[in-house]
């Protein structure tokens, strides 16, 4: 298994801001993965990042509003630029064990205002 | 493409009541099932899970059998407790990524 740690837990955010997302674990892992549950809704895959390319995202999703950084193989950042209300969401971010079995961090629960 | 179909919550029960809850999907090839249990205000845990046909996952008292020729994964428990409280996702391996279901919401009561 894998323990992800995410910061911030939460946070309360200006309109027109940004707000980076970090997320370590515990061992290399090849891609991770950054999604976002809005409110009573399911998970939805913002892009996969693997260390040393760039960050594929999924459709309806773009790097000028989420850019993704993943400088080495324990690491990633999500950043949600210019924010507004409709951000308002829980980011997560998960890595992928060797098995197809994704592990996930506690989360971000974002708040716009 | 492939999609996850759950039914859709809240499902409120009194403690040690039998659990269903419904699970169906599409899918090309043969993925590998999953369910997933999110605690209120923790990320994602997996539950159980099972990679083919007739396959059964196991885990805390909950089971889902694999079955492709309903293609369906209904997640069991034959006695929920009040700490069974969570939103339960079924999820899938897609082509190339996990595709989720809109989760289902359980209240146990005492």
């Known amino acids: 298994s894998a323990v992800i740690s995410q910061k911030p837990s939460r946070d309360i955010c200006q309109r027109g801001t940004s707000l980076t997302i970090q997320c370590q674990v515990d061992?290399?892992?090849?891609?991770m993965f950054w999604y976002r549950q809005q409110p009573g809704q399911s998970l939805t895959l913002i892009a996969t990042a693997n260390q040393g390319s760039e960050a594929t995202y999924e459709s309806g999703f773009v790097i000028d509003k989420f850019p993704i950084s993943r400088p080495n193989l324990t690491f990633s950042t999500l950043t949600v630029s210019n924010m507004s209300p409709e951000d308002s969401s829980i980011y997560l971010c998960?890595?992928?064990?060797?098995?197809?079995?994704?592990?996930f961090g506690a989360g971000t629960r974002l708040s716009v205002l | 493409g492939d999609s996850v179909t759950q039914m859709e919550g809240p499902v409120t029960l009194s403690e040690e009541a039998f659990l269903t809850i419904n699970c169906t999907y599409t899918?090309?090839?043969?993925?590998?099932l999953f369910w997933y249990v999110q605690y209120p205000g923790e990320g994602l845990q997996l539950l159980l899970k099972?990679?083919?046909?007739?396959d059964k996952g196991s885990n805390k008292g909950f089971e889902a059998t694999y079955r492709k020729e309903t293609t369906s994964f209904h997640l069991e428990k034959g006695s929920v407790q009040v700490s069974d409280s969570a939103v339960y996702f079924c999820?899938?391996?897609?082509?190339?990524?996990?595709?989720f279901g809109t989760g289902t919401r359980l209240k146990v009561l005492a």
């Open positions: 099972a990679t083919k046909a007739d």
């Open positions: 899918a090309t090839g043969y993925p590998s």
């Open positions: 061992s290399q892992v090849t891609m």
């Open positions: 999820a899938l391996t897609g082509t190339y990524k996990y595709i």
């Open positions: 998960s890595v992928e064990s060797s098995r197809n079995i994704q592990y």
